[in-house]
C-alpha cells in the first residue's frame, strides 16, 4: 500500500511541474506575441482589445489544419483565395479573467443582442483606412465560446483589390473599429506596412 502512495505523489509531483512548465512557456509566448508588430493593444480598464495580422501563410496553415481527411482541397487554390484577402484577428479580453460577454452586459436580451452584433452587425463597424481611401471590412466571422473563456475572437477580412497596391505604398493605413457598442467610440489600429506587406 505504502508503495501506491509513493507512485501516486511521484505522479502529482510530475504533473504539476509539467503543467507549470506550460504556463510559464505559454505566458513567455504571450508577452513576445503582445510585444510584435503584427498585434496593436488597446486598454480600457479590464477590458482589452488586440488586433493581429494574419497573413496569407499563417491563414493557409489553419485552413490545412482544419480540413477534414475526407476532404480533398487544393493547396494552391486556397492560397490563391487567401491572397485576395488581408486578414486579421480581433480579440476582446477581460482582463478580470471571468466570462466576456457577460461582464458588458447584464441582462438576457442584451447579452442575446450582443451575440446577434457580433455575429453580423459588427461587420459594418470595421473599416480598412488608408490616406485616400476607406474599405468596408468584407467579411467578420465571430468565434463563439459560449463565453466559458475571459475572451471573444473574431476573424476580419479585407478584401484586397478594392485597394490594390496602394496599401503597401501607403505608409499611414490602420484598421478603424467603431467601438460605440462598448462606450469607446472610434479606434484606430496602424500598422506598419513594411511588416505587414513583406510577410
Same mark, same amino acid.
Given at each position: 500500500?505504502?508503495?501506491?502512495?509513493? $507512485?501516486?505523489?511521484?505522479?502529482?509531483? $510530475?504533473?504539476?511541474?509539467? /503543467? *507549470?512548465?506550460? /504556463?510559464? #512557456?505559454?505566458?513567455?509566448?504571450?508577452?513576445?506575441?503582445?510585444?510584435?508588430?503584427? +498585434?496593436?493593444?488597446?486598454?480600457?480598464?479590464?477590458?482589452?482589445?488586440?488586433?493581429?495580422?494574419?497573413?496569407?501563410?499563417?491563414?493557409?496553415?489553419?485552413?490545412?489544419?482544419?480540413?477534414?481527411? *475526407?476532404?480533398?482541397?487544393?493547396?494552391?487554390?486556397?492560397?490563391?483565395?487567401?491572397?485576395?484577402?488581408?486578414?486579421?484577428?480581433?480579440?476582446?479580453?477581460?482582463?478580470?479573467?471571468?466570462?466576456?460577454?457577460?461582464? +458588458?452586459?447584464?441582462?438576457?436580451?442584451?447579452?442575446?443582442?450582443? +451575440?446577434?452584433?457580433?455575429? /453580423?452587425?459588427? #461587420?459594418?463597424?470595421? /473599416?480598412?483606412?488608408?490616406? &485616400? @481611401?476607406?474599405? #468596408?471590412?468584407?467579411?467578420?466571422?465571430?468565434?463563439?465560446?459560449? @463565453?466559458?473563456?475571459?475572451?471573444?475572437? $473574431?476573424?476580419?477580412?479585407?478584401?484586397?483589390?478594392?485597394?490594390?497596391?496602394? +496599401?503597401? #505604398?501607403?505608409? &499611414?493605413?490602420?484598421?478603424?473599429?467603431?467601438?460605440?457598442?462598448?462606450?469607446? *467610440?472610434?479606434?484606430?489600429?496602424?500598422?506598419?506596412? @513594411?511588416?505587414?506587406? @513583406? &510577410?
Amino acid at each position: 500500500m505504502k508503495k501506491y502512495k509513493n $507512485i501516486y505523489m511521484y505522479s502529482i509531483g $510530475i504533473v504539476s511541474i509539467l /503543467f *507549470g512548465l506550460f /504556463f510559464l #512557456q505559454s505566458e513567455k509566448y504571450r508577452n513576445v506575441m503582445e510585444d510584435s508588430e503584427y +498585434i496593436k493593444t488597446k486598454t480600457f480598464g479590464n477590458l482589452e482589445l488586440s488586433l493581429e495580422y494574419k497573413s496569407t501563410a499563417e491563414m493557409l496553415n489553419e485552413q490545412l489544419n482544419d480540413v477534414e481527411d *475526407g476532404n480533398s482541397v487544393s493547396k494552391g487554390e486556397l492560397k490563391e483565395s487567401l491572397e485576395d484577402y488581408m486578414s486579421f484577428k480581433l480579440k476582446l479580453e477581460n482582463l478580470k479573467g471571468n466570462g466576456m460577454l457577460k461582464n +458588458i452586459v447584464k441582462t438576457v436580451p442584451e447579452y442575446q443582442a450582443l +451575440i446577434q452584433y457580433l455575429s /453580423f452587425d459588427m #461587420q459594418k463597424d470595421l /473599416f480598412l483606412c488608408t490616406e &485616400n @481611401d476607406t474599405l #468596408q471590412c468584407s467579411f467578420a466571422h465571430f468565434e463563439r465560446n459560449f @463565453d466559458l473563456a475571459p475572451y471573444a475572437n $473574431i476573424g476580419l477580412g479585407f478584401y484586397r483589390t478594392g485597394l490594390g497596391e496602394s +496599401i503597401c #505604398q501607403n505608409e &499611414n493605413w490602420s484598421v478603424l473599429l467603431h467601438a460605440d457598442r462598448f462606450g469607446l *467610440g472610434p479606434l484606430y489600429f496602424r500598422f506598419d506596412s @513594411d511588416k505587414v506587406c @513583406d &510577410n
